[in-house]
């Protein structure tokens, strides 16, 4: 049936792959015209087509809760399980970003802790624009590396609810990972080296001279003139 897991695909968690979606959520894509019309029949190269013609992500919208595009295509790629080199080649490709967001989502829910860390956190580089559709079908924008950070940090996304991951510094301590580099040290020390060389401080500025402080007018008294005598008159 159109709807069963490859048979040749093996457990994930211990479960069937496509059981990794809730069943509600499930039979709202299987009953949904896109997947009957365009999931079917997809391989791991023509489901690179219709991711390049994603224009948002989601999980379902709607007072009907409609399955999103996107995930259908995640529930495929639940389905048909392609080989883990693809699924990097999908993310590590630079030209289609929800195709990258596409792949990043099901290594998130479908590899160990280590392997997400280390394939997903170069993403927080990746500063893209991606528009989201909410439960509302309300659109805005996100960045790609927001997207990442809710594969991290999110119990659910896009309605998918993703399994638990253990701390980035357990799986240090265990040496399953080396220590954490942020993607941002590169670009700052680039800022560092645009940085022009601090100026040399200023010479202390020599004290002003005192104003001279005008001496006050001597004080003259007036000439005295004599008075003539009626004599001498």
């Known amino acids: 049936m159109a709807n069963r897991t490859d048979a ?100 998130r829910i479908s ?12 993403l927080f580089a990746d500063y893209r624009k991606l528009r989201y559709r909410d439960l509302t079908g309300k659109l805005s924008v996100i960045h790609m590396d927001e997207f990442i950070d809710w594969l991290f940090r999110e119990k659910t996304v896009c309605d998918v609810t993703m399994p638990g991951l253990p701390k980035r510094e357990q799986l240090e301590v265990n040496l399953d990972l080396p220590l954490y580099q942020s993607v941002l040290e590169d670009d700052l020390e680039d ?19 005192p104003r001279p402080t005008a001496l006050p007018t001597t004080f003259r008294p007036a000439p005295h003139r004599r008075q003539r005598t009626p004599a001498e008159a």
Request: proline share 8%; net charge negative; with cysteine.
């Open 8 to 107: 040749q695909a093996d457990t994930v968690h211990g479960t069937n792959p496509q059981y990794l979606v809730d069943r509600i959520i499930r039979n709202k894509i299987y009953n949904d015209a896109y997947w009957k019309e365009f999931c079917f029949g997809l391989t791991t190269e023509s489901l690179i087509d219709k991711a390049a013609e994603l224009e948002y992500v989601a999980g379902t919208y709607g007072g009907r809760r409609r399955p999103a595009k996107f995930l259908c295509l995640f529930l495929k790629l639940l389905q048909i399980q392609p080989e883990e080199d693809v699924v990097l080649e999908y993310i590590r490709q630079p030209d289609l970003k929800y195709l990258r967001a596409l792949g990043a989502a099901y290594f």
């Open 111 to 122: 590899q160990r802790a280590s392997k997400v860390f280390q394939t997903l956190e170069p």
């Open 191 to 209: 800022l560092e080296d645009l940085e022009p060389p601090p100026a040399a401080p200023a010479s202390p500025a020599s004290p002003a001279s």
